[in-house]
Every structure is written in C-alpha cells, then in structure tokens.
C-alpha cells in the first residue's frame, strides 16, 4: 500500500480519496476550503496544512483540481518538496495544452506522471466505479494503474502524455451532441403526438440507440433513475458539460479539427448556462429546446 497525498477533495476528490483509505493506502490530504477537509478527515484521510505539506513523503501525488491554471499552479508549488521516484497523477479534466504543461513540469523534476482524467460523476466516485483514461509513459501508466484501481472499475491507457485529456474530451463531446439529439427527437415527438414511451421503446432498440437515451433519458418515465425524474438534480450539471465542450472546441481549434456539431453543442450549453441553468442536470437542456418550439 502507498502513501498517497490527495490536493482538491471537492466533490470527486472527496470520496475519491475515502477510497484510497478504504483500500488501505496511507493518504494526507488539502484543499483549500474547510468543509471538505473536514468532511475527508471524518473518512480517514490525514489533514496537511498547505498542499506543499501534504507531498512530503508521498509515493504517489494525485490532484483533482477544477481547471488547468489550477493543476498548473499546484504542480508548480509542490514539485520542490516531491521526493525522487514520485509518481504524479492529475485526475482532474483539464484542457490539453495544459496537462503537457504539467508533464513537462514532471518531467524537469525527473518524475513520472499521468494525465488521469475520469468518467463517471460522484456516483462513480463514491462506488469506486470510475473509468479512468490515461496518458503517459508505459512505466508510469504501469505504476498508476494499482492505485487508480481502488477509485475505478476501468484503467485505459489512450497514449503518451495528455491523451487522457484527449480522450475525455472527444468522449464527452459525443455526450453534448448526443443528448442534445436525443432532447430535440422528444421535443418533436410531443408535437407529433407521439409518448415519451413509444419513442423509447423503438429508439432505445433502433439505430438512434444510445447512452444519452437508454441511461440518461431527458424525459422522465422510460428511465427511472435518469435526472429528468428527479426535477434535473444533477447528476452531470451543465456548467461542466459546457466546460467540457468548451476544451473539446480549444483543442479542435488549436489542433485544426471540424467540429461543427461540437461548436453548436457548446454555443447552445452556453445559452443555457447564461439563462441560469449552469446547476442543473446537462439533460435539461430538453426543457431549453422545448421552449425554442413554437407554440
Ligand atoms: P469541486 O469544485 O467540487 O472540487 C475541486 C476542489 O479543488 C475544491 O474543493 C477546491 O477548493 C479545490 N481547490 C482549488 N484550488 C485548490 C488549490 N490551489 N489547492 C487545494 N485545493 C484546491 O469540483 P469536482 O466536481 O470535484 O471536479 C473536480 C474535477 O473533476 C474537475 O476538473 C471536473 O471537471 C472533473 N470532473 C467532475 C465530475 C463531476 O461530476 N463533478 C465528473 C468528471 C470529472
């Protein structure tokens, strides 16, 4: 078992790291707000006073941290204090320039590290259930794996450094377009007449299958643990959805991809978001194309 330091217990991070406890590793903790190291304290994790106190004698260093300038900024501050051999892992989803950033900063200390990004919201992490997308070196993906293990049921290496970012993004890229699909084929059902039902039924078993309708159904009934039963609780809110989209439409531009669905997809979350709607479950967005219709 390692000794693990844990920077950012929001959240993810907080029942990420109970996790780690829980599978027998040693982890000290920090974040920057009071309420979520007490809530980590009372699962086990061992409070440090700053996050440069939390790494001494660290095996394994993990952030999950909201933005890149975040992991950036905390990477920057802690590596000085990292003893050799230090693995460091950043499981928090951040745009892609900035996760090589980090692996550079990694890499200028002789240290291994992985891009970790993960799926699965707080109820993958609170079930230790996640999956984790990762990017590195074969050696440090091979010295993650064990420790993500006791956060996730699924460890994918995509490729070298910030491929977990990569893939992340372009997955949930497919996520925004998709349920943005899904929300518009019921908001024209309802015109034509059509149930919420029929239209399950035959899409969830047709070509328009997909996780967006079968799991995550915007339209409450077909789905009975899909946020649309629970008045849009998120879930997956539409703040981080948009987040996403928007790092998905940074990469494509910096990296010369079309994304035109993508592009709508974010501009249509952003419309969204601005109305209010940034805490809301992302499948709400139903409720948003709905009033677009006519009357
Ligand atoms: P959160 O805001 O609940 O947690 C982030 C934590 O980082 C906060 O507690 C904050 O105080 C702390 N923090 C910020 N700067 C810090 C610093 N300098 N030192 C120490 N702590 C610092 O966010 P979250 O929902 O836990 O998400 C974390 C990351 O995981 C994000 O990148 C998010 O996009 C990603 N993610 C979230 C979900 C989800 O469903 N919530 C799902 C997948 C991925």
């Not at 996640?130 to 010295?143: I, P, R």
């Not at 309708?213 to 809110?237: E, H, Q, R, W």
Request: hydrophobic content about 45%; overall charge neutral.
């Amino acid at each position: 078992m390692a000794k693990v330091a844990f920077i950012g217990l929001g959240n993810m991070g907080g029942p990420m790291a109970a996790n780690l406890v829980k599978a027998g590793h040693q982890v000290t903790g920090f974040d920057l707000v009071p309420a979520s190291l007490d809530a980590a304290k009372a699962s086990g994790v061992t409070i440090a006073g700053s996050a440069a106190e939390s790494v001494k004698g660290a095996e394994v260093v993990i952030t999950m941290l909201p933005a890149g300038k975040h992991v950036v900024a905390v990477w920057s501050e802690v590596l000085p204090s990292v003893a050799k051999g230090t693995l460091m892992i950043d499981c928090s989803t951040i745009d892609v320039d900035s996760a090589r950033q980090a692996h550079a900063l990694a890499t200028k200390s002789s240290l291994g590290s992985v891009d970790a990004p993960v799926s699965g919201g707080v109820g993958g992490a609170t079930a230790a259930s996640l999956t984790f997308m990762a990017g590195g070196t074969a050696q440090a993906f091979a010295a993650a794996k064990p420790v993500l293990e006791a956060m996730g049921k699924k460890i994918v290496h995509c490729g070298e450094a910030g491929a977990g970012q990569a893939a992340k993004i372009c997955n949930n890229m497919i996520l925004g377009i998709s349920m943005i699909g899904v929300s518009e084929a019921f908001a024209l059902a309802e015109k034509l007449g059509l149930s919420h039902q029929a239209l399950f039924d035959v899409a969830s078993t047709s070509s328009g299958q997909c996780w967006s309708l079968t799991t995550y159904c915007p339209v409450p009934g077909p789905v009975p643990t899909s946020p649309a039963n629970n008045d849009y609780k998120p879930g997956f809110a539409a703040a981080l959805m948009l987040k996403d989209l928007r790092l998905s439409q940074e990469a494509a531009k910096a990296s010369g991809a079309a994304t035109p669905l993508g592009a709508h997809a974010a501009e249509i979350y952003e419309t969204f978001d601005r109305a209010g709607n940034g805490g809301v479950d992302f499948s709400g967005i139903v409720r948003h194309l709905r009033a677009l219709g006519q009357q």
